[in-house]
């Protein structure tokens, strides 16, 4: 069956942090994404791949970076953890832009 | 950018009863797609309908779309306390290479 896993469910950092959020599919799939998840803001795309080496910034790529260096991983990176990144985290991966399939998510809280 | 909104935001319904959730975006579409989001959890996708399909049924789910109105409805019929959740619709834009574009979700409870 379908896999998209991420390496931590909750997470505490400190502000100022380097914090290293993974994502691997098992799917081949060459579409992945990173999200975050508010309440009340819905899902807001934060960065996406649609090949190795490759990425485009979504809605509210400010304070993150990512990097893709095989196929099935893509990470997300907060170079200094501010408060205002708490948040829900979600990664997804897709084939052919159809249905994505989403992780469990990262619940991240920078005291 | 936010091309799919959920209406209502909130709908709280009995066991048993059926519940409608609507969702409206603004460009033409490729296709339009489902999805459920239990508390705490990733998104699990539900259904896709294309452009070019008016309806379509998987188990107790029934999606319609209606290009002209740019609107779409998810109806759960005979509701179960294990159908609450949030749900979102997401659309695939047909002009561009561009990702899904999600909506804020309606929070279905469902009360035993």
């Known amino acids: 069956d379908v896999k998209v896993t991420q390496s931590s469910r909750y997470l505490v950092k400190r502000t100022g942090e380097k914090v290293f959020l993974e994502c691997v599919q098992d799917?081949?799939?060459?579409?992945m994404f990173w999200y975050r998840q508010d309440p009340g803001l819905g899902l807001r795309l934060i960065y996406f791949?649609?090949?190795?080496?490759?990425?485009e910034k979504g809605d509210i790529p400010e304070g993150y970076s990512v990097s893709r260096e095989k196929k099935e991983r893509f990470s997300l990176i907060l170079e200094s953890a501010s408060t205002n990144q708490t948040s829900m985290y979600l990664c997804?991966?897709?084939?052919?832009?159809?249905?994505?399939?989403f992780g469990p998510g990262t619940r991240l809280t920078v005291t | 950018s936010q091309q799919g909104e959920e209406d209502p935001q909130a709908l709280s319904i009995q066991e048993g009863e059926n519940a409608t959730m609507n969702c409206s975006y603004k460009?033409?579409?490729?296709?339009l797609q489902w999805y459920r989001q239990n508390s705490g959890r990733g998104l699990v996708h539900l259904i896709l309908?294309?452009?070019?399909?008016r309806e379509k049924h998987s188990g107790r789910l029934r999606v319609t779309l209606d290009t002209s109105k740019k609107s779409s409805s998810l109806l759960i019929t005979a509701s179960r306390a294990a159908d609450t959740a949030s749900y979102f619709c997401a659309t695939d834009a047909e002009s561009g290479n561009t990702p899904l574009v999600f909506g804020k979700g309606t929070r279905l409870s469902v009360i035993a």
């Open positions: 799917m081949d799939h060459e579409n």
């Open positions: 309908i294309r452009s070019n399909e």
């Open positions: 791949s649609y090949d190795v080496k490759m990425k």
């Open positions: 997804a991966s897709s084939s052919q832009r159809e249905k994505e399939y």
């Open positions: 460009t033409s579409i490729n296709n």
